[in-house]
């Protein structure tokens, strides 16, 4: 069966940090990886990444992909408390548009 | 338009009441999607369609949910005798198709079933 794991669960850190947030999947046919960023409302597309090793970045998100140990991960350094939100990791696969959708991580960055 | 809209952004239905809820996705966008979001959950897929067909309806959770999306551009979920667990935030979103597997997603209807 298809999924998608994402670690850790929740996150509380001061703003300045940086955090590291993971991402594993198992699935059938890979097409690609997609980070989405959910505050109190619906989900905001971050990045979609298909090739491994190409680092895809927008200000102080970052986000790279593994397909040979199936994971990524998204970076964010020098954290604000605007980016307290859930992180949501989603994988296309098989020829069925429908993506798999991880848990969510959930940050919470205090100030 | 610039984005997917929903319609109504809320709705409180009574126990066996029927509701409809619209999804105007982002204009040329070929593939829809339904979701449904509990509070502190990840979405959970409900159906998809490519222009107007309905690809997969494997989450809908009962028969008494219904999508169409007869001209293949906007799209109602309804759903019948409403009951209070179908109380969530139902999220549309579109996806241009192709190699594009990136998903645009609306604000979300709030329903509450009393």
């Known amino acids: 069966e298809d999924k998608v794991v994402q670690s850790p669960l929740s996150l509380v850190v001061h703003e300045g940090d940086t955090v590291t947030l993971n991402c594993s999947y198992e699935?059938?046919?890979?097409?690609?990886l997609l980070w989405y960023k959910q505050e109190k409302k619906a989900p905001t597309f971050l990045f979609m990444l298909?090739?491994s090793g190409i680092e895809k970045k927008s200000g102080r998100l970052s986000s790279i992909l593994d397909k040979k140990e199936l994971f990524s991960i998204l970076n964010i350094t020098a954290t604000q408390t605007g980016d307290s939100a859930v992180y949501l990791c989603?994988?296309?696969?098989?020829?069925?548009?429908?993506?798999?959708w991880g848990l969510g991580t959930s940050l919470a960055v205090n100030p | 338009g610039a984005g997917v809209s929903q319609s109504p952004r809320y709705k409180v239905a009574k126990r066996g009441q029927d509701v409809a809820l619209r999804c105007d996705p982002i204009?040329?966008?070929?593939?829809l999607f339904w979701y449904q979001q509990a509070l502190g959950q990840g979405p959970e897929f409900l159906t998809y369609?490519?222009?107007?067909?309905?690809?997969?309806k494997s989450g809908l959770p009962s028969d008494r949910f219904f999508a169409e999306r007869p001209e293949g551009s906007v799209s109602t979920l309804k759903i019948q005798r409403t009951q209070q667990e179908d109380s969530a935030v139902y999220l549309c979103?579109?996806?241009?198709?192709?190699?594009?597997?990136?998903?645009?997603f609306g604000p979300g209807t709030r329903l509450t079933v009393t």
């Open positions: 989603a994988v296309a696969a098989g020829n069925n548009r429908k993506l798999i």
């Open positions: 699935v059938t046919n890979f097409r690609s």
């Open positions: 298909t090739s």
């Open positions: 204009s040329g966008h070929v593939s």
């Open positions: 369609f490519q222009n107007e067909a309905q690809l997969d």
């Open positions: 979103a579109s996806s241009l198709g192709g190699d594009y597997y990136e998903q645009y």
